[in-house]
């Protein structure tokens, strides 16, 4: 995710090669007023945003959560009225007595409320708890194994008016809406039950399963509107527009919205790859598209092919350099420029984590490294790629100089994010985690490594990875022993 700035001593400007189209008109089918289904999403709908080689997901992924949610946002793009029906499965061996949401807003400085909780068709009164950020619906009858149930509720979110809490991931600021977990989001269950912490600053908030979204949003029509998956209708009314949402399979939804939103659009390998942002950031706009259709490209060569059909970017008032999402990117407006060095390394990250956070999920709190440390290797790979050895060394020295700045402290890289002060989360998960993997890699040996990885990558897509299965998956290929190398690095 977030903070990945890197120094390069060799900053390559490539011709943009990105066109403006205007906002109301990217490849848009003609407009439909089908209602939201409220359960049993039809999963073929989600076939036109999805690869040719991800497709067979469709008929694989079981159990997964299916969303229908509506987005009412007012005028001053502060307020919000929703409604979410969510049918979720017990995929777990034991009965469940609770289902339990993750409310993110009231974490961020803004307030969710939910009202007219049912489940089943029975009204049924939910608890808080963690400052009003989870809430816990008891249920009548234990949902068993393999049963489904359909929880339906109305929510109220007025939206944070400044960017200090968590890297302003939800907010409307400087005329951009950034909506972010801006709905009753379910929880993941583990091995160690509902996961549900109030996480730190400094780092991710979300772990989530892959899910089904249909999500309906209702706005101004002034704004430009961009959302997670493919837009599959619009429609307008007076000074209102609906714009309709089909997504998955994903681990999120993520919306933003502006005003001052141009689009600039670039086709690289059947992905459609489109930047919003002010017209004053065009060039650094076509310049950071440019740099995510080579990211794309090496990426899925070297792990898996990218499993969608587009990729969003938002410029945002982030305090992040960048953000990743389910196919959709929001980068920090101050770095939208070619000549600014922090873009290529945010692109080329952000893009990355489009596999490692969303394709191989992971618990991004408690095992950050699995996303954070590996997507940093990944974005060194990238530019060793592009530039040689030699051009990869101004983000080398940023990795490095992250440890240096807390003295090449051998704190371990497995700690969960709430273990780590600021500079050790940096330093840590940041730096000398990205160093682990070249340490792996070396022990490996690169063919087993690169084999290891593309391994990794199938055998874990769609799912939740966690530390001992990439421990297994690569001691599978090295055929070698590599509990001593994750004793001194990861524990």
């Not at 990217?26 to 036109?48: H, M, Q, Y």
């Not at 689009?263 to 950031?281: C, P, Q, T, W």
């Not at 974005?379 to 990795?399: A, K, P, W």
Request: some cysteine; aromatic content about 12%; glycine content about 8%.
């Amino acid at each position: 995710m977030k903070k990945t700035a890197a120094f390069t001593l060799t900053l390559s400007l490539f011709a943009v090669s990105c066109q403006f189209i205007a906002p109301d008109h990217f490849f848009l089918p003609p407009a439909t007023t089908a209602p939201v289904p409220t359960e049993g999403i039809d999963r073929s709908i989600f076939k036109n945003g999805l690869a040719p080689s991800a497709q067979p997901v469709l008929d694989e992924i079981k159990g997964a959560s299916e969303y229908s949610i509506e987005f009412d946002i007012d005028d001053d793009l502060v307020n919000i009225n929703g409604r979410e029906t969510v049918r979720y499965t017990n995929m777990e061996e034991i009965a469940l007595s609770t289902i339990r949401f993750r409310l993110f807003s009231n974490l961020f400085g803004g307030e969710m409320r939910v009202s007219g909780m049912e489940v089943d068709g029975k009204i049924i009164i939910p608890n808080y708890s963690l400052n009003d950020s989870l809430l816990i619906v008891p249920l009548t009858n234990p949902l068993e194994p393999g049963q489904a149930a359909t929880l339906k509720m109305d929510f109220t979110l007025r939206v944070p008016e400044t960017v200090n809490l968590n890297y302003g991931v939800q907010a409307y600021y400087n005329d951009v809406l950034a909506l972010a977990h801006a709905y009753p989001v379910i929880a993941v269950y583990d091995d160690e039950g509902w996961n549900a912490e109030i996480p730190p600053q400094s780092g991710d908030v979300t772990y989530a399963d892959m899910s089904f979204f249909i999500v309906r949003v209702t706005a101004p029509k002034r704004v430009v509107l961009v959302g997670t998956g493919r837009e599959a209708a619009r429609e307008e009314s007076g000074d209102r527009q609906t714009v309709t949402y089909e997504a998955g399979p994903v681990r999120d939804f993520y919306l933003a919205a502006s005003p001052d939103y141009e689009v600039y659009i670039k086709e690289s390998n059947g992905v459609i790859l489109r930047f919003h942002a002010r017209e004053d950031l065009r060039e650094g706009a076509g310049y950071a598209l440019d740099v995510a259709a080579r990211a794309i490209e090496f990426y899925s060569e070297q792990y898996a092919p990218y499993p969608y059909t587009e990729l969003d970017f938002v410029a945002t008032p982030t305090l992040a350099l960048g953000i990743e999402y389910p196919g959709m990117i929001a980068i920090a407006d101050r770095i939208i420029s070619p000549y600014e060095i922090y873009l290529e390394s945010t692109v080329a990250h952000e893009v990355g984590h489009q596999w490692f956070y969303n394709l191989v999920g992971n618990d991004q709190l408690d095992d950050p490294w699995l996303d954070e440390s590996l997507t940093q290797f990944v974005t060194l790979q990238y530019y060793i790629n592009e530039y040689g050895e030699t051009g990869s060394i101004g983000f080398r020295q940023d990795i490095l100089g992250r440890w240096g700045a807390i003295d090449n402290a051998d704190v371990p890289i497995g700690l969960p994010v709430a273990d780590y002060s600021g500079a050790e989360y940096s330093g840590i998960v940041y730096g000398r985690g990205a160093l682990f993997f070249e340490a792996l890699r070396d022990e490996m040996g690169i063919h087993a490594f690169d084999a290891f990885m593309r391994d990794y990558t199938a055998s874990t897509a769609w799912e939740i990875a966690t530390p001992e299965r990439l421990k297994t998956i690569a001691e599978g290929n090295c055929k070698c022993d590599l509990t001593p190398l994750f004793d001194e690095w990861i524990y």
